[in-house]
Nanobody, 117 residues
Framework: QVQLVESGGGLVQPGGSLRLSCAAS????????MGWYRQAPGNQRELVAG???????NYADSVKGRFTISRDNAKNTVYLQMNSLKPEDTAVYYC???????????WGQGTQVTVSS
C-alpha cells in the first residue's frame, strides 16, 4: 500500500510558476514509477510527466521545456516544477505511483492549479 498526499497547488498568473509536491508513505518509495497527471473539466485525465525508479523522465508534448519532474527518494517525495504556466494548464493535478512488478496504481487526492489573470 502507498499513500500519496499532494500539495503546492493554487492560483497563479499566466507566465508564473508553481511547484507541486507529492509525499508518499507506506511502502518502499524508491521502487515505484511516479507520475503527475491532470484533469480539466470535461476532459480525460492525462499524463503530464513521469519518472522511473532509475530517474528516467518523460513529458507530455504540451509541457516539454516548461515542466520538470524530479524525485527525492530520501524524502519519499516527487516534485513537479511548473514554469511559464498557461491558462490551459488549469486542472486538478494528481500524483500517481505505479508498482513496476504488479503494475498496481495508487493515486493522491489531487490539487487544484488555476492559471488566470
Amino acid at each position: 500500500q502507498v499513500q500519496l498526499v499532494e500539495s503546492g497547488g493554487g492560483l497563479v498568473q499566466p507566465g508564473g510558476s508553481l511547484r507541486l509536491s507529492c509525499a508518499a508513505s507506506g511502502s518502499i518509495f524508491s521502487i515505484y514509477f511516479m507520475g503527475w497527471y491532470r484533469q480539466a473539466p470535461g476532459n480525460q485525465r492525462e499524463l503530464v510527466a513521469g519518472i522511473t525508479n532509475g530517474g528516467s523522465t518523460n513529458y507530455a508534448d504540451s509541457v516539454k521545456g516548461r515542466f520538470t519532474i524530479s524525485r527525492d527518494n530520501a524524502k519519499n517525495t516527487v516534485y513537479l516544477q511548473m514554469n511559464s504556466l498557461k491558462p490551459e494548464d488549469t486542472a486538478v493535478y494528481y500524483c500517481n505511483a505505479r508498482n513496476p512488478i504488479n503494475r498496481h496504481d495508487y493515486w493522491g487526492q489531487g490539487t487544484q492549479v488555476t492559471v488566470s489573470s
